[in-house]
């Protein structure tokens, strides 16, 4: 059986930080930390560090990396400033989302049994 994407990262540091921007709740840095928002509610860091964790994976595969101005994705260059942050239609993302989907459908399951 494969090993599930979010537990494949290793090495990865939490950081609760007061400071990231408006509503982003975590950010996946190239350097293995995660930025949490000491704000956010205990659900909502669980959610967004297992999303976090999926990017991180990308990084470690080569397959995602960025730097002030631009992400890239297999191998093709995105600029930061012609997109949303974020964007589910972003194809580094669409694998993102789907584990918080996962990850929102297993703890639904979790809490109701």
């Not at 991180?56 to 994705?73: C, F, K």
């Not at 260059?77 to 972003?90: F, T, V």
């Not at 918080?100 to 297993?106: D, G, I, S, Y």
């Amino acid at each position: 059986m494969a090993i599930p994407i979010t537990q494949r990262v290793k090495n990865v540091s939490i950081i609760e930080k007061d400071n990231l921007d408006n509503d982003v709740v975590a950010e996946a840095n190239n350097d293995g930390t995660i930025f949490v928002n000491k704000k956010a509610s205990k659900e909502k860091k669980a959610e967004a560090i297992e999303h976090e964790k999926v990017h991180m994976d990308q990084m470690d595969r080569g397959d995602l990396d960025y730097d002030d101005n631009y992400v890239y994705w297999q191998g093709k260059k995105y600029s930061r400033d012609e997109m949303k942050e974020g964007d589910k239609k972003l194809p580094w993302e669409q694998e993102a989302w789907k584990a918080n989907k996962k990850f929102k459908q297993e703890h639904k399951s979790i809490h109701n049994a």
